[in-house]
């Protein structure tokens, strides 16, 4: 049982390239979250889905897209990279409920 | 204006001191509220939830809310040093989305 897993642990772009985030759960969880995490700021909740094939915006969502074609997996997408899209990547899945089971994070730096 | 409010500190202890942490928020409608440890390099993990006002207790932890002033507090006894982390409060909406705190990062000294 890996919990939740993300692809890639670290990443350097340049400014205006693309490049996908994976995500993958093994626990059945039916609700998945992306979250950048910036010094200072805490979490913030850039997408999220609460089944497969559904997804939705949440407070920060401009830049980035998504896709839930699975029910273990959840992709975090950006089209053209910009440096204030540096930042931590965390993704999280629950079940329903107040615990949110998170992944190690990816470290994106955008140049 | 943040919806939650925390101190980022660094909060610095000596082991074995009692720690409190705090976050203060401001709508009233906010649920559950939920205390998040991260360690270093480490993805955020559940610590402890609360419903209701009042202290809620798990082993050296216990987290209390006072609804009416909008307060939320983590309290560590006897605090070690495998304590050291960022703390995170959380919150959850009327649409059941967790609103975060900034995080209090404790360093706790041998």
């Known amino acids: 049982n890996a919990g939740v897993t993300q692809t890639p642990k670290f990443r350097v772009l340049k400014t205006g390239q693309s490049m996908t985030l994976l995500c993958a759960q093994d626990m059945n969880h039916e609700y998945m979250y992306w979250y950048r995490q910036d010094p200072g700021m805490g979490l913030r909740l850039i997408h999220y889905?609460?089944?497969?094939?559904?997804?939705a915006k949440g407070e920060v969502p401009d830049g980035y897209n998504v896709s839930r074609l699975k029910k273990q997996n959840f992709l975090l997408g950006l089209e053209s990279a910009a440096p204030s899209q540096t930042s931590v990547y965390f993704c999280?899945?629950?079940?329903?409920?107040?615990?949110?089971?998170f992944g190690p994070g990816t470290r994106l730096t955008v140049l | 204006q943040k919806e939650v409010e925390q101190d980022p500190g660094p909060l610095s202890v000596p082991e074995g001191a009692i720690v409190s942490l705090n976050c203060t928020y401001s709508?009233?409608?906010?649920?559950?509220f939920m205390w998040y440890r991260q360690y270093s390099r480490k993805g955020p993990e559940l610590l402890m939830y609360t419903y209701s006002s009042g202290n809620k207790e798990d082993g050296r932890f216990t987290a209390q809310v006072d609804k009416s002033s909008k307060y939320i507090s983590l309290f560590i006894r006897d605090s070690q040093p495998s304590d050291s982390a960022t703390y995170l409060c959380a919150m959850t909406d009327s649409n059941y989305q967790l609103i975060w705190g900034a995080g209090t990062k404790l360093i706790i000294k041998p």
């Open positions: 709508n009233s409608a906010f649920q559950y």
């Open positions: 999280a899945s629950t079940p329903g409920g107040n615990e949110q089971f």
């Open positions: 889905s609460v089944g497969e094939g559904t997804t």
